[in-house]
C-alpha cells in the first residue's frame, strides 16, 4: 500500500512569493493533518482537516491556509513568505480525527529566500 | 515554557550500548506518549506509543510514562547503527489530532 505522498519534495521561492504544498493521504484515512518543521525543532502543529472540514489550527499567521477535497487529499498554501517560512512542511494521515497512529509523509522542504 | 521539553542532544553511543532518551511535559490532559523516528530528510515514523502511565516494551524498545511526574523515557536496548536518527517525543490528549513535538534528540550509534 503506498504511504502518504506529498509534492513537490524541494522548492525554492523568494520572499512575498506564493506556495502550493500537496498531500494524498494513505488510501481509507479521512483526516490530513499539516507541520511545519523548522530544522532543529520538532514538528509544529499547522492545521488539521476532517471529512473536508477544518477541525483545528494552530498558532500560525493567516497567511497560512488549507483545504481538502472530496478524495481526502489536502493542499497547504501560504501567502506572502516570509524568510522564516523556511521549513519542511509534513503531512500526516489517519483514520479519523481521534486515532492515535498518524502516518507521516516524506514532507516538503522549501527554502524562501 | 514550551508544552514538551526534550533532553537536547546530539548522542553517541557505541554499537550495543542502551540509549536513553527523556522528554518532559506540562499539559496534565495529556493522554498519549508518542515516539516518533526521523532520519535524516524523511518525515517522522511511529515507534511506539503508550496510553497513560506505565511500561510497554516492543522488541529492543521500551518506553515509560510517569504522569505524576510528567516524565517519558524511551530506551533503546542492543543499540544498531541503523537506530542512528532524530527521535521525537509527542504527547497528546485522548480525543485530539494534534501531536506536541519535542525539539528531539540526535542519536548516532558508532559501529
Known sequence: DAGVTQSPTHLIKTRGQHVTLRCSPISGHKSVSWYQQVLGQGPQFIFQYYEKEERGRGNFPDRFSARQFPNYSSELNVNALLLGDSALYLCASSVDTGEETQYFGPGTRLLVL | ?111
Open chain 2, 1 to 111: 515554557q514550551k508544552e514538551v521539553e526534550q533532553d537536547p542532544g546530539p548522542l553517541s553511543v557505541p554499537e550495543g550500548a542502551i540509549v536513553s532518551l527523556n522528554c518532559t511535559y506540562s499539559n496534565s490532559a495529556f493522554q498519549y506518549f508518542m515516539w516518533y523516528r526521523q532520519y535524516s530528510r524523511k518525515g517522522p515514523e511511529l515507534l511506539m506509543y503508550t496510553y497513560s502511565s506505565g511500561n510497554k516494551e516492543d522488541g529492543r524498545f521500551t518506553a515509560q510514562v510517569d504522569k505524576s511526574s510528567k516524565y517519558i523515557s524511551l530506551f533503546i536496548r542492543d543499540s544498531q547503527p541503523s537506530d542512528s536518527a532524530t527521535y521525537l517525543c509527542a504527547p497528546r490528549r485522548s480525543n485530539d489530532y494534534k501531536l506536541s513535538f519535542g525539539a528531539g534528540t540526535t542519536v548516532t550509534v558508532r559501529a
